[in-house]
């Protein structure tokens, strides 16, 4: 296993509804304005690179799918592992954005439940995404993600690692963020697994703090797994799950940035950050 590959853990049984489904005339509602957002974002060719144009746009699928979008900053202790972040930048920080002002790009690193944090992540504030190299592949989906940059890793080429680590090192000292899903896959609630660490040298070598993300989903207020795009499951069966849901809403909570330390310190002090005192969803 490679160092930022990991076995899935949840399965498609661990994604259910919290709540009683829409009636079929809403889902099909909701199904013909996704397509239609789906097509004007198609339709909007290289634009769709331009921050506020996929910013738009990524707003426009979540309210095609009915989903609330909360966003929140964590009013917690700081979380700095060490030395290195200068007074400027803490002066300047907004910690309802996704990114830290400074001299270098951000390194964004959230759990992962479902297909959906991209697209909620990128409505809040668009980053460079690091994605499986199957996502490219998909339909529709595919097409959308190469045309905003996204970055596609082979989880499973130990050999790729070193020269992906300095490539994410290069866009980051170069001032562009970048997204990542340090989990290595996805899981039914915040906890999942293991923070892997490989990501984290690349803030490491490129002097860039860290921002560490957590993402939740609930329905009517209750915590639910529904969103969850777990195993080997279908990206149409998940969306179908999805586009029934009844008042389905997901709250992103942006957690003080962290800098200094190895990667090691770094992995560990974002995981506890994203989790806070939340069980782990599986032993």
Not at 41 to 69: F, H, K, Q, W, Y
Not at 120 to 134: F, G, N
Not at 182 to 195: E, I
Request: glycine share 10%.
């Amino acid at each position: 296993m490679t160092p930022w590959a990991v076995e899935p853990v949840c399965t498609p049984a661990c994604a259910k509804n919290a709540a009683s489904g829409v009636p079929l005339p809403a889902a099909v509602r909701r199904y013909a304005s996704v397509a239609g957002t789906v097509i004007h974002s198609a339709a909007t060719g290289e634009r769709l690179g331009d921050p506020d144009i996929l910013r738009a746009e990524a707003g426009a699928v979540l309210t095609a799918l009915g989903i609330r979008l909360d966003l929140e900053q964590d009013a917690g202790p700081e979380q700095d592992v060490g030395p290195g972040w200068d007074q400027e930048q803490r002066q300047g920080q907004d910690q309802k954005s996704l990114t830290v002002p400074g001299r270098t790009g951000t390194l964004v690193v959230a759990n992962h439940i479902s297909w959906l944090d991209v697209v909620v992540l990128l409505a809040i504030e668009p980053v460079t995404l690091l994605a499986k190299r199957e996502v490219g592949t998909w339909p529709v989906i595919g097409t959308l993600a190469r045309r905003i940059g996204t970055r596609f890793i082979d989880r499973g080429g130990l050999r790729e690692l070193p020269s992906t680590v300095a490539e994410l090192a290069r866009m980051l000292r170069s001032g562009q963020s970048v997204m990542v899903f340090p989990q290595g896959t996805t899981w039914c609630s915040v906890p999942g697994g293991t923070f892997r660490r490989a990501m984290f040298q690349a803030a490491v070598d490129a002097g860039a703090p860290v921002r560490p993300v957590t993402i939740d989903y609930f329905q009517q207020g209750v915590p639910s797994t529904v969103a969850g795009f777990l195993g080997d499951e279908g990206f149409a069966t998940s969306l179908r799950r999805v586009v029934g849901s009844r008042e389905l809403s997901v709250r992103v909570t942006t957690h003080r940035p962290l800098t200094g330390g190895d990667r090691r310190s770094l992995a560990a002090g974002a995981q506890r950050a994203v989790s806070g005192s939340r069980a782990p969803a599986h032993a």
